[in-house]
């Protein structure tokens, strides 16, 4: 089932589902009890948002072992984590905002894991029953600040720098999935999820030792070689075969 987050006019905005070019509402609780209603409003007729409100964002750095390469830098021996504020989130066709502070903003394409159970100390063959689904994100980075802070909360952290969606699935089949950057249509990125170094369950197990995972919550799985700057003007797809497409434009702040 794929799960989404829309707005109709001025309404609320609500969480839907989607059947074929439809979307039908529920009704209840997302990561409870809930109830779908019939799916017969137009997709056309709504406005996409990021199809949830995370607590909080972790993502995972040099993942996969051609994008550590192209950066010069070592696959690290366990999991390289940080963390992106709630505030970076942006909405899937909403634009990515360039900060003046910056002269190189990139894309990084990333298979997103959505957390539906609240855990602490995961064991990596339980980690399937604490996922909700998948999604599709871009881990926007200011690659200059990147380098020069040392700590990447501020290169991560800009607002805007955390689109993810269209919509989350919930039956997505995350071992062998083509994962792909375009930049004005032209090919940036590709890679599997094959090739990441640490898997979901082992990611899940190892970010659940530290700090306890809650429902909402987003897994940014690293990104494959080919990162590259965004100029403003751009327009940005990040797909995953058998996901979704998630497309941002690019302009500048202010
Ligand atoms: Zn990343």
């Known amino acids: 089932m794929r799960i989404v987050r829309y707005q109709q006019g001025n309404e609320a905005p609500r969480y839907g589902w989607v059947f074929e070019d439809k979307v039908g509402e529920i009704e209840g609780e997302l990561f409870g009890v809930y109830r779908r209603r019939e799916a017969s409003l137009p997709l056309e007729e709504v406005r996409l948002l990021a199809p949830v409100l995370p607590g909080k964002i972790i993502c995972v750095g040099r993942n996969y072992v051609e994008h550590a390469r192209e950066h010069g830098a070592e ?58 689904g998948y999604t599709v994100g871009n881990d926007v980075t200011a690659r200059d600040l990147q380098r020069s802070d040392g700590q990447w909360t501020r290169a991560k952290g800009f607002d805007t720098f955390c689109p993810f969606g269209p919509w989350i699935d919930t039956e997505f089949d995350p071992s062998d999935a083509v994962i792909t950057c375009r930049v004005n249509g032209q090919l940036r990125q590709m890679g599997s999820t094959r090739e990441m170094v640490f898997s979901v369950p082992t990611l899940i197990a190892f970010i659940s030792s530290v700090m306890t995972l809650e429902p909402g919550d987003l897994i940014f799985t690293g990104t494959p070689a080919g990162v590259g700057p965004l100029q403003e003007g751009d327009v940005v797809e990040v797909e995953i075969e058998g996901l979704g497409k998630l497309r941002n434009p690019v302009a500048k702040a202010g």
Do not use: D
């Open 75 to 132: 696959v690290p021996k366990i999991p390289l984590i940080f963390l992106k504020p709630p505030s970076a989130i942006l909405n899937p066709g909403e634009p990515i905002l360039l900060p003046p502070q910056s002269q190189q903003v990139e894309h990084e394409a990333e298979l997103v894991v959505v957390i539906g159970r609240r855990g602490k100390n995961i064991l990596p063959e339980q980690a399937r029953e604490y996922i909700f």
